[in-house]
């Protein structure tokens, strides 16, 4: 079975979906001191299984094209930071909102299933139009939301 992780951090749920039996054919992460844990982990060999691809750069600008083997899941950990019950509360509205690159990585490398992290902030009430509209976006990938010109 194959994965693909965004947003993949210093590697911890990478690390678990591996012990799952998944053979990653890339981890993006954009965070240097993240990808430079991952690196050490696998350079000291601190255990086997840690032999993913690593990506280093922002998963709003990754280009997906080069991975041709089917993928059985696409593994995200986005930003939790806009649902936080200690942030700003902006959800959808927040810079920091990347659930619309899980939906842009869903649709280009079409997993037959996603696994996102728990951003436990999100089913909060005044998050459930924006939950109830990731779960569309997920649900089908291939619509893209216009853009309309003012």
Not at 16 to 29: I, M, Q, T, Y
Not at 94 to 114: Q, S, T, W
Not at 129 to 134: A, E
Request: glycine share 10%; aromatic share 10%.
């Amino acid at each position: 079975m194959t994965a693909v992780e965004i947003f993949g951090g210093a590697g911890g749920l990478a690390l678990g979906v591996s012990f799952a039996g998944f053979s990653h054919l890339g981890v993006f992460e954009r965070d240097r001191d993240c990808c430079a844990t991952i690196r050490e982990n696998k350079e000291r060999k601190i255990d086997p299984v840690i032999h993913w691809p690593l990506y280093e750069e922002d998963v709003c600008e990754a280009d997906y094209s080069f991975i041709s083997d089917p993928v059985d899941l696409l593994v995200a950990g986005p930003p939790c930071q806009p649902f936080s019950i200690g942030g700003n509360h902006k959800g959808g509205k927040d810079p920091r909102n990347l659930f619309g690159e899980v939906a842009r990585a869903a649709r280009e490398i079409r997993p037959r299933a996603i696994l996102i992290e728990n951003v436990r902030g999100l089913l909060r009430p005044s998050f459930d139009d924006f939950f109830k509209y990731v779960l569309l976006q997920l649900t089908h990938p291939e619509l893209v939301q216009k853009v309309i010109s003012q």
